[in-house]
């Protein structure tokens, strides 16, 4: 056994298989991404606007502040599911399952990180919403790239466990 292995074992002894380092750390680190972007989208549904300069939409609090609290739940409720990819409890799960829903969410939130490149660098004729000064975008730019860094990482992970399942 490999002091890698043995890392490895000692972090996780209740897996079928030895997990990763690096999936371990991924994991664990899946939420602390969606948290800035679900802290960033809170005051929307107070009807801030965080510095973008454009015109504010009267929405009525009732439907807006649930809108963006149970988005930002949701959100965070994902990233912290994605823990199951290295746990124990993930693997009581059929294999397929997990790895076609790990694909499909790591797909879908590429998609969304080639849309961010897309407008963040105003390629393909998309630009940014602009704002009120260089700070605020500065903040949403780091906000949001933090985040776009979830739909690579779940799709790493998910590789990661199928071939560790069916090794």
Known sequence: MTTM??????MNPTTERPV???ALRTARALPLLALPVCLWRLPFGFGFQMGMD???????????????FTLS???????????GLVRPWGERVPAWVVVAAGTVAGVAFTALT????????????LHEVDFV??????LATVTSGLF???????????????RRRRA
């Not at 292995?5 to 000692?10: E, G, I, Q, V």
Request: hydrophobic residues 55%; glycine residues 4%; aromatic residues 16%.
């Open 73 to 83: 739940l949701l959100s965070e409720a994902f990233a912290l599911l994605c823990a």
């Open 5 to 10: 292995d043995m890392t490895t074992s000692a």
């Open 148 to 162: 776009v860094l979830w739909g690579p990482l779940i799709l790493a992970l998910t590789y990661a466990y199928h």
């Open 133 to 138: 000064n260089g700070w605020w975008r500065a």
């Open 20 to 22: 990763p380092v690096w």
């Open 114 to 125: 080639v849309q961010w490149v897309l407008t963040t660098f105003e390629l393909a004729g």
């Open 54 to 68: 454009m015109p504010r939409e009267d929405l009525s609090l009732w439907a807006t502040v649930p809108y963006v």
